[in-house]
């Protein structure tokens, strides 16, 4: 069965640093996500992402943030200057259509530790 | 902004009881989704609900969408070690508003002993 992916597992980085995230969603899906959850808390929506431009982001995606799909199978996200309450576990999602209610499909996750 | 509250924030049960966790949203929703983490894990899909009022069954997992389309539940019979996990429910809200976000609730850890 095909499955999202994500690297690395683990990223380990100095407050400031620039960071970035990868994920391959599932080939045939048009629309990907990003996730964060801080550990032992709930799942939280960063940001939407179809037909390469975002559609829809939350309050936590300020200007530090941004994602990108690069070529026709990577999909990133990048932190741009680090801060300790951004260690956090990132998953990436896609579904195959468009919105309204498809089952989404999330990665393994990447953990990040801001020091 | 939508927000959506799950209780109970954790449940130990032995094996072989029942559990519930029960999800309210503070909009009406378009749907809602449930999904389990396992530790360590994340999250896995397990159903989604749109109608109102209705009721799906997965096994000995029996989940329902409120008629108001505010409120859900995921029931399990008689558990097993096997359901260990946090059980979140996620939101999509009604047309008008987000219609690409899911929002999750804080989920209900549960423990189940042998």
């Known amino acids: 069965e095909p499955e999202v992916t994500q690297t690395p597992s683990h990223q380990v980085t100095q407050m400031g640093q620039e960071v970035i995230l990868r994920c391959v969603p599932i080939s045939n899906h048009l629309y990907f996500y990003w996730y964060r959850q801080i550990l032992g808390q709930k799942v939280e929506f960063l940001v939407s992402?179809?037909?390469?431009?975002?559609?829809?982001k939350s309050e936590i995606f300020d200007d530090q943030f941004s994602v990108e799909r690069p070529d026709g199978s990577n999909f990133t996200l990048k932190i741009r200057s680090t801060k300790l309450e951004d260690s956090a576990m990132y998953f990436c999602?896609?579904?195959?259509?468009?919105?309204?209610?498809?089952?989404?499909?999330f990665g393994p996750g990447t953990r990040l530790l801001v020091l | 902004g939508q927000q959506v509250m799950q209780i109970p924030q954790y449940q130990h049960v032995q094996e072989g009881e029942d559990f519930t966790t029960y999800c309210n949203s503070s909009?009406?929703?378009?749907?809602i989704q449930w999904y389990k983490q396992r530790p360590g894990g994340h999250p896995v899909f397990l159903i989604q609900l749109v109608k109102s009022g209705e009721v799906k069954k997965q096994k000995r997992l029996t989940f329902q969408f409120g008629e108001a389309k505010k409120n859900s539940s995921l029931h399990i019979t008689a558990t097993q070690t096997t359901d260990v996990g946090t059980y979140f429910c996620a939101g999509r809200e009604n047309s008008g508003g987000s219609n690409y976000k899911l929002t999750f609730g804080k989920g209900t850890l549960l423990t189940v002993n042998p």
């Open positions: 999602a896609s579904t195959p259509h468009r919105r309204g209610g498809e089952t989404q499909y």
């Open positions: 992402f179809y037909n390469n431009e975002i559609s829809e």
């Open positions: 909009t009406t929703l378009s749907n």
